[in-house]
């Protein structure tokens, strides 16, 4: 299946996982105009394809080359010739990017390589989960440049980690290593080195995979729903995607075959 070629990424099917790679190792991987229209031309793709049986790829990683980052940042000297209506529509155009990756139908793994600052970090919480190198380093860091999270930051990390600390990392600026990110919820799993930090996250996705495609999408779409919702509001969301689960195909073979004690084969209807 072709999902196009792109200058500053490499895209590349693993077995069920569609690996996505930013190689800009020269800037560290950051976030540059030319990177940001790659990556918003590539989830527009994916967003476009939708998922059924025939449809390979059961998930996404998102990783930087080289060994130093992941994504490095937002690219400051673009940046630095920007106007406010130059900045307003980079952030937008990022915004379509994390937007477009929560809303697909597969998870989303960031594979955190070094650093994940600024732009880097809120790419990574764009992805369902996030897993990490020892060596990885996150941040916020736009005060020191007097400026503000602008890809998201704002939203998304008092979501992973609570109001409080998120306005600590933001209003200090302050960089955390990949063991404080684990211990505060930022990532789901720290690995040793770069090579156990792929394996980990390919391995996730070949277990996501076995299971049914149309549950998987359906429960991506209800915890993003829920996220910002009251307890009641939520759990009415939640049967929302309950009753709808039961209208699959994916359903009726599931529940079948756990009655006959075998293993189901999944339509992805």
């Not at 880097?120 to 007097?146: H, I, K, R, T, W």
């Not at 049967?239 to 189901?264: C, I, L, N, Q, Y």
């Amino acid at each position: 299946m072709e999902f196009g070629t792109y200058q500053t990424l490499l895209v590349e099917q693993r077995d069920e996982a569609l690996l996505v790679t930013i190689n800009q190792p020269a800037s560290m991987n950051a976030l540059a105009a030319a990177v940001v229209e790659d990556l918003h031309e590539l989830t527009g793709v994916l967003a476009d394809l939708g998922i059924d049986a025939n449809w390979p790829v059961r998930g996404i990683i998102i990783t930087g080359a080289g060994e130093k980052a992941f994504v490095a940042g937002a690219n400051i000297v673009e940046m630095n010739t920007m106007d406010p209506a130059a900045a307003l529509a980079y952030g937008r155009r990022m915004h379509d990017v994390t937007l477009r990756l929560e809303a697909l139908p597969v998870p989303v793994i960031a594979a955190v390589n070094g650093f994940a600052l600024g732009g880097g970090c809120e790419l990574a919480m764009a992805c369902d989960f996030l897993y990490a190198s020892a060596n990885a380093s996150f941040g916020q860091p736009e005060v020191n440049l007097g400026l503000v999270p602008g890809f998201g930051g704002s939203v998304r990390l008092q979501q992973r980690v609570g109001i409080g600390m998120a306005r600590e990392l933001i209003y200090t600026g302050r960089r955390i290593k990949s063991a404080e990110a684990l211990r505060i919820g930022l990532v789901n799993r720290v690995l040793e080195d770069n090579e156990a930090l792929l394996e980990a996250a390919l391995a996730t996705i070949a277990e996501i995979a076995s299971k049914a495609p149309t549950a998987v999408a359906n429960v991506k779409h209800a915890i993003n729903e829920i996220a910002g919702l009251n307890v009641v509001d939520g759990l009415e969301a939640e049967a929302r995607s309950f009753m709808k689960a039961f209208a699959t195909e994916d359903s009726v073979v599931g529940r079948a075959a756990f009655v006959a004690k075998s293993a189901p084969e999944f339509p992805g209807r």
